[in-house]
């Protein structure tokens, strides 16, 4: 089974600040990465397909990239709204999440 | 718009039997797999199960095999979870969501809200 591990789980920002989460795949899983948004009690939102394509109405400071093990999502500038948890979550084989980011308020 | 809407969840005693459903609009409903993603409370999602447009394809987590199944009535866009020998390592709120594309290894774009179920006695 292939494993995604998050660094960091938790991260405190500041509005305006530039964030990066990065991922890592237990084995090479090419570009077959996505990223979803949780806010509390609410459902995911898929972010980014294919380790760098932005779903329809993503804003464009959001941005993915990478390949093989390592991936980064990354928000240019972090907004109020940004204040989430995010997954990866790779499908070349079956669909594994990775265990999360917290991005909370510094 | 597509719109997504599961139901069947509650509690239920350990090695109890639950099905759940989710009722799919706005899209060609057997044009896509569909899946089931669980989150157990205050934790991460889990993948649990996804099934191809035709319905002829399954998929399961290791955590779920043999206990669940995954079924869906093209006729009535109906997605269901037949889940049996429940334990409390399966209380977790359970979404439904639409693959991407056509083919089912793909990410998940369109979620429902959650049905919550809680095994306990």
């Known amino acids: 089974d292939i494993q995604m591990t998050h660094s960091p789980s938790t991260l405190s920002a500041s509005v305006g600040d530039r964030v990066t989460i990065t991922c890592r795949a237990s084995q090479d899983i090419g570009s077959w990465l996505a990223w979803y948004q949780q806010k509390p009690g609410r459902a995911p939102k898929l972010l980014i397909h294919?380790?760098?394509t932005l779903e329809n109405g993503v804003p464009s400071r959001f941005s993915g990239s990478g390949s093989g093990t390592e991936f980064t999502l990354t928000i240019s500038s972090l907004q109020p709204d940004d204040f989430a948890t995010y997954y990866c979550?790779?499908?070349?084989?079956?669909?594994?999440f990775g265990q999360g980011t917290k991005v909370e308020i510094k | 718009e597509v719109q997504l809407s599961e139901s069947g969840g509650g509690l239920v005693q350990p090695g109890g039997s639950l099905r759940l459903s989710c009722t799919a609009s706005g899209f060609i409903f057997n044009t896509y797999a569909m899946t089931w993603v669980r989150q157990a409370p205050g934790k991460g999602l889990e993948w649990v199960s996804t099934?191809?447009?035709?319905?002829?394809?399954?998929y399961y987590g290791d955590s779920v095999k043999g206990r669940v199944t995954i079924t869906r009535d093209n006729s009535k866009n109906m997605l269901y979870l037949q889940m049996n020998s429940l334990t409390a390592e399966d209380t977790a709120i359970y979404y439904c969501?639409?693959?991407?594309?056509?083919?089912?290894?793909?990410?998940?774009?369109?979620w429902g809200q959650g049905t919550l179920v809680t095994v306990s006695s």
């Open positions: 969501a639409k693959v991407r594309e056509v083919a089912p290894m793909h990410p998940f774009d369109f």
């Open positions: 979550q790779q499908y070349n084989s079956y669909w594994t």
């Open positions: 294919r380790a760098s």
């Open positions: 099934l191809s447009g035709s319905g002829t394809t399954t």
